[in-house]
């Protein structure tokens, strides 16, 4: 059964510092695929990076980078400098690579993120 | 390109009564998947359709159904509403038939049921 959890229910951090979102999952898979959304209040869930299970590459975008370690089963998110428009809940996701379910995708619970100005 | 659209954005029902949701996917998307938020449950996966077929169903009562057109449009309907129904419904779509492609949601519609 694939799982992930967010052990960060809610963050709290000062504009300009620093944070990272922590996403640990568990598949039996050899191919998976990992996702990160960003859902601001309006509800949209926001699309922000894809991860395969073979490309361990650490990827930096702008503000946002994304760790990811099989070795940890962990596909964490790091803001830097952290604005208030950051604040929203951020949601890692797992997908299988093949065979039954491998059309959805299975959340973790989210962290909210609030940005304090 | 315009993204995943959703119909209505907001909707109060009473129990017992039954709602039809529609989604209209990203141009040239023909996977369309649905998924039901609420608090306490969190994101939970309901279904998802690709060329007018079900290819995935998740753990709901069959009360819970859908379909999907020749076009890529997607309707959800729930049958028989109960107050636990009450939650955002996302509908999603990717491009193709593809375990890696990226799901793109809409904004959702918030069903509340009295």
């Known amino acids: 059964a694939q799982k992930v959890t967010q052990a960060q229910t809610e963050i709290s951090v000062v504009e300009k510092e620093d944070v990272t979102l922590d996403c640990v999952y568990e598949?039996?898979?050899?191919?998976?695929?990992l996702f990160w959304y960003k859902q601001p209040p309006s509800g949209e869930l926001v699309f922000l990076i894809r991860r395969n299970s073979f490309d361990e590459q650490n990827e930096i975008s702008g503000r946002y980078s994304w760790n990811f370690q099989k070795s940890t089963s962990s596909f964490n998110f790091t803001i830097t400098a952290s604005q208030v428009v950051d604040s929203a809940v951020y949601f890692c996701a797992l997908r299988r690579g093949a065979g039954a379910g491998s059309y959805q995708l299975t959340f973790g619970k989210g962290t909210k993120l609030s940005v304090i100005p | 390109k315009a993204g995943v659209t959703q119909t209505p954005r907001y909707l109060i029902k009473t129990r017992g009564q039954q709602v039809t949701l529609s989604c209209s996917p990203i141009s040239g998307h023909r996977s369309v998947s649905w998924y039901q938020q609420t608090p306490g449950q969190g994101l939970q996966f309901l279904f998802e359709y690709f060329s007018e077929t079900q290819r995935n169903k998740g753990n709901f009562p069959g009360r819970f159904s859908g379909r999907q057109f020749s076009n890529s449009r997607s309707e959800m309907n729930v049958s028989t509403l109960e107050l636990g129904d009450s939650a955002l419904y996302l509908c999603?779509?990717?491009?193709?038939?593809?375990?890696?492609?990226?799901?793109?949601f809409g904004p959702g519609t918030r069903l509340l049921v009295l």
């Open positions: 598949t039996r898979d050899t191919t998976y695929y």
């Open positions: 999603a779509s990717s491009l193709a038939d593809s375990h890696q492609e990226t799901q793109y």
